[in-house]
């Protein structure tokens, strides 16, 4: 089995990290070059930076920013939001982003993935993909920020991104994001299941127990974490003594 990797998210918006519920009722959580430099040093496996307003906001992801984050980690950093052209991959991944991030402009010119995949290798290339749940056993996917529904099936989406070359999919519940109330096992596993790349599971991580239930009941292959790090209600050591605990094989912190 291949280690998982525990991942903190930045949500940024307005230069300060903020977390949510639902996308909704954003609290400021602090500032991303610190956050960074924390996890990093606390033993983060990556980081992923996501400039929730760009896209809304018509503007593109904060460079300056990401170059600072860049400057303080050492380990892979994935950057989204904004993201619309070949140039503004080739752009971060120039100022220090490892991997980048696309949700919206991925429903909206799919070609981006393919041309970023040929481009910059499949590694590079991360879909976002916001699911929320719309009947049994069927989710649709959102972009925007979880604002406008696609009436795209998410498991279809899915298989689709990965034949246009994306490397791993971020996979967000919207229903679950930020409640605390554990992911979305069921979307997880079918996502998981339904492709051969990595997928990291997202929204809903209320305590150890959900983060087990992800990896080995939803298949995840990587955890995405924001409030209960953020808040400090967990560390990472913690989190992955846990997960070595249960038998999880997790990579070692330097």
Same mark, same amino acid.
């Given at each position: ?32 070059? *610190?956050?960074?430099? =924390? ?153 998981? *299941? ?47 003594? =846990? ?12």
């Amino acid at each position: 089995m291949v280690a998982v990797r525990i991942i903190p998210c930045l949500d940024v918006k307005n230069g300060k990290v903020v977390k949510g519920v639902q996308f909704e009722n954003l609290r400021i959580a602090g500032d991303p070059v *610190e956050n960074a430099s =924390y996890y990093c040093k606390e033993g983060a496996d990556e980081i992923v930076f996501l400039d929730i307003s760009a896209t809304i906001e018509g503007r593109k992801t904060m460079v300056e920013v990401v170059k600072k984050v860049a400057d303080v980690v050492f380990i892979p950093f994935t950057v989204g939001g904004g993201i619309s052209t070949i140039k503004d991959i080739e752009d971060l991944l120039s100022n220090g982003a490892d991997k980048v991030s696309i949700n919206t402009s991925a429903v909206r010119n799919p070609k981006i993935i393919e041309e970023g995949a040929k481009r910059f290798g499949s590694q590079c290339i991360v879909v976002a993909i916001d699911g929320k749940k719309i009947d049994k056993d069927k989710w649709e996917v959102y972009i925007e920020s979880g604002k406008t529904p696609t009436g795209l099936d998410v498991i279809e989406w899915a298989k689709k991104v990965e034949d246009l070359g994306a490397g791993e999919i971020l996979l967000t519940s919207i229903d679950r994001d930020g409640t605390q109330e554990g992911y979305d096992i069921e979307l997880t596993k079918k996502v998981s *299941e339904s492709v051969n790349i990595p997928v990291i599971a997202s929204g809903g991580a209320g305590k150890l127990e959900h983060l087990y239930e992800a990896i080995v009941e939803g298949k995840a292959s990587a955890i995405l974490l924001a409030s209960l790090l953020h808040f400090r209600i967990l560390t990472i050591q913690e989190i992955k003594n =846990y997960l070595k605990s249960k038998g999880i094989e997790v990579r070692k912190s330097e």
